[in-house]
């Protein structure tokens, strides 16, 4: 019997945490310029253009996709909110690099590409933040039309290039967008137009949600020094690191993890940011302001560095 290796290969990601279903495609560009025209998702939160997603890394593991952002129990959040209780620097600088990474996604179809039908294109923040102004800023978009409605939109333009930054021995890529200047519709074939809407795939069967025990080992043996990886990749804790006062905490919380926790002592907040670029000079040099509770503290400290 011949061997079906994208079958393994497909089995291998859904054990491993990562995208369970092939046919979901994620558009990788290489370097070029495409012409890329966005279509909706078939239901979003608050009627959001994109979806969201947050996900967790902890050295060579494969990302977690975060249960705590669908109301779920959560191991590592749980010991983010520990070390971040904690009042110490460095557990707060820890808590930091350990917090959910997001990634922002869009159904697209590819102009000269079309025989793949309805991709995903998946980008971080600052891709997202030049997508999220076509909508509100008028500079750039002087109609503010919807340029993913499917009648009336407008295709973007997007192009890779080669930034001159290496990074891990390979080449950073920079990405343009603009907005082109023409209204079409998503294809003047209105039945074509209807297969890539229906087309569009289910963003939760792309990556397969650990449990909470499945994530409690993962976090137990990254903690242990079973796991290790690049900074870059998230935070490693080898079995090399130097002890302190963090080593008792980190074995405190892998107990606490198993049982819920009594409840912390409210600490004091800092006073408000006045702007997201002044956010961590805010909570670490302000004046204390009004008690709060753990959780809005966490919750503020959480939106801080979503804008970093």
Do not use: H
């Not at 011949?2 to 279903?21: C, D, H, M, S």
């Not at 993962?218 to 990749?233: F, I, M, R």
């Amino acid at each position: 019997m011949a061997v079906n290796l994208e079958a393994i290969r497909k089995r291998v990601q859904e054990l491993n945490g990562q995208r369970r279903n092939s046919s979901v495609q994620l558009w990788k560009p290489e370097i070029g310029e495409y012409k890329v025209r966005c279509v909706p998702w078939k239901s979003t939160p608050d009627g959001m253009p994109f979806l969201e997603r947050r996900f967790y890394y902890l050295g060579e593991n494969p990302r977690i996709l975060a249960p705590s952002q669908f109301g779920k129990p959560d191991p590592i959040n749980d010991l983010i909110r520990k070390l971040y209780s904690s009042g110490k620097p460095d557990d707060r600088e820890l808590a930091k690099k350990l917090q959910p990474k997001m990634t922002a996604y869009i159904p697209i179809v590819v102009r000269g590409q079309e025989d793949k039908g309805t991709q995903v294109w998946s980008f971080n923040k600052f891709i997202y933040q030049r997508l999220l102004d076509f909508f509100t800023n008028s500079e750039i978009n002087p109609d503010l039309v919807d340029y993913i409605d499917p009648l009336e939109g407008v295709d973007l333009i997007v192009t890779i290039k080669k930034s001159g930054k290496k990074y891990n021995g390979r080449d950073v890529m920079d990405t343009v967008i603009d907005l082109g200047r023409k209204q079409t519709k998503l294809s003047p074939d209105a039945e074509l137009a209807k297969k890539w809407l229906d087309g569009v795939p289910n963003l939760d069967d792309m990556y397969q949600q650990k449990s909470s025990a499945e994530i409690e080992q993962v976090l137990n043996t990254w903690l242990s020094g079973g796991a290790s990886g690049s900074a870059d990749e998230g935070t490693a804790r080898g079995a090399g690191a130097p002890k302190d006062a963090l080593e008792q905490l980190v074995e405190d919380v892998k107990t606490e993890v198993k049982a819920p926790a009594a409840k912390a002592e409210e600490p004091k907040a800092s006073t408000k940011k006045a702007s997201a670029k002044k956010a961590d000079a805010d909570l670490d040099d302000a004046a204390p302001a009004a008690k709060q509770t753990l959780d809005d503290a966490f919750d503020e400290l959480m939106d801080d560095d979503a804008t970093t």
